[in-house]
């Protein structure tokens, strides 16, 4: 049984009222006394019909954004920002000839007034130039108090309000630094941990334990101090040879620096959207942190990498299926991917560690992404009241907003993610022109003979091609 309309709900209601002829004239004349209550009743059941149609599918695909939100929540996504990461050249003019040092976390501002700190202290003799690399974050700090001890004391997150992302969380009480624990493995009573919870709203917690059970049970009295780092997120402004500026100066020395952009590492990114975590949401709930039940590393990478463009992941047996066997290949993971904003260095570096840190058994071997652009052809006939310049641009925008570079839809290696069912589907729902039943089109996809892990199939400007035409029903029929 699919979703009931308005329409039929609305019918229902008048059917239902022919055994009150009474009222029944009232109906039959269009009295709006009668008819407008019956028809905003009969909106409100089919909204509630539609929304009950989708739930019964939800355990199984999960379409709604707060299904999706909270599957997240659940698996301990956290919506953390991924901070940019730049290099700097320093040249020291100083006119007195005097040495300058910077310490690291040394704040600096780029032209549009953003934070950055230096990763490390550098010193500049006087006429010399040197690179430094720099951090866009933001350093702040909350004490909290506790005065209400309970087990599994959670203690709120409180996000900044000037359009900053989480980006690391640190956790003391006094001079003793928490660790953090996701899902408490590993963790004995009374250690000094900690994990991060978040719901369905994005809202952030930190959660301690039961000092007899697991974890570090809270008192009263506790002072805990959460030290915060935020970052704007993507930032695609920075051109090489800007200027950057010390926030202040502390020196005589430092007046002479002169601070310019190098290179960019990594744009850096925002926490992922829905369309990223509707992704990670078809997979099950034991892939996580943990390398015992992970399975699954591109869950892994997914979740802790923003804004990708293309990832596949893949193990010795499928590279020796595709070319052969070599016992170089023992015990390695495959992985080939392209992050937007990042560069191939700072990708190739977060994917280490991220797998050392889940299993530092496998030897990580990266395969260049390889752009393979598939043929779509789309042939369609409308109504001639349709400007076919207009129904072409439609149509094109649609397919290259759902399978061009940079859709979530084509982010996956190894499979075939442009079907021709799912085009017939977003043309007849996407484009007014093609849902006349007189309209007709025909799609073509042009699937590469041979597919790669490391092929990233999608849809190119080029390799898309587009004829739209006017319907031609016969002369008599002058109204289409």
Known sequence: MTAMTKEAFLSAAVNALSAYP???????????????????????????????????????????????????????????????????????????????????????????????????????????????????????????????????????????????????????????????????????????????????????????????????????????????????????????????????????????????????????????????????????????????????????????LSGIRFLSVWNEQIEEGVRGANVHHINCLFVSGLVAGMSDAAFQERVRALVKRADNSYRVVFVPAVRVPVPVRITASVAISWDLATVESQIRALLLAYFGDGAINVSQGMGQPIKKSQINKLLREGIDALRDERAEFDVTVAMPATDLPEHFLHITPESLTVNVSSAKYGVSLWNY
Not at 99 to 118: F, N, P, S, T, W
Not at 270 to 275: E, G, L, Q, R, V
Request: some cysteine; proline content about 4%; aromatic content about 8%.
């Open 22 to 304: 009474g009222i029944a004239q009232h109906v039959q004349a269009g009295d709006p006394r009668v008819l407008a209550p019956l028809a905003a009743q009969a909106t409100m059941l089919a909204m509630l019909s539609a929304h009950t149609e989708v739930a019964k599918f939800e355990p199984f695909v999960k379409s709604r954004d707060g299904t999706v939100l909270a599957d997240a929540a659940l698996k301990g996504i956290l919506p953390l920002g991924r901070a940019a990461k730049v290099t700097l050249t320093i040249e020291n003019k100083d006119a007195a000839g005097r040495e300058a040092m910077l310490g690291a976390q040394r704040r600096l501002l780029d032209q549009k007034g953003r934070i950055y700190e230096l990763d490390s202290a550098i010193t500049l003799p006087p006429g010399e130039t040197r690179t430094v690399g720099a951090t866009q974050v933001r350093r702040r700090s909350l004490t909290r108090i506790i005065s209400d001890a309970k087990d599994f004391h959670s203690l709120p997150v409180n996000l900044s309000a000037d359009d900053l992302y989480l980006n690391t969380l640190v956790v003391h009480r006094g001079t003793e630094e928490f660790t953090y624990a996701p899902d408490w493995f590993n963790v004995g009573a009374d250690e000094n941990c900690y994990q991060v919870e978040t719901d369905e709203l994005r809202r952030m917690w930190v959660k301690f334990g039961k000092s007899s059970v697991i974890g570090y049970g809270v008192k009263n009295g506790d002072e805990f101090t959460l030290e915060i780092t935020e970052c704007n997120g993507r930032i695609v402004d920075l051109a090489p040879g800007g200027d950057f500026n010390l926030e202040y100066i502390f020196a005589a020395e430092e007046v002479g620096l002169a601070l310019k952009l190098a290179s960019v590492q990594d744009e850096g990114a925002a926490p992922h959207t829905i369309s990223e975590l509707r992704v990670m949401a078809r997979y099950p709930a034991i892939y996580d942190h943990n390398a015992v039940y992970l399975g699954e590393f591109e869950f892994l990478l997914r979740r802790y």
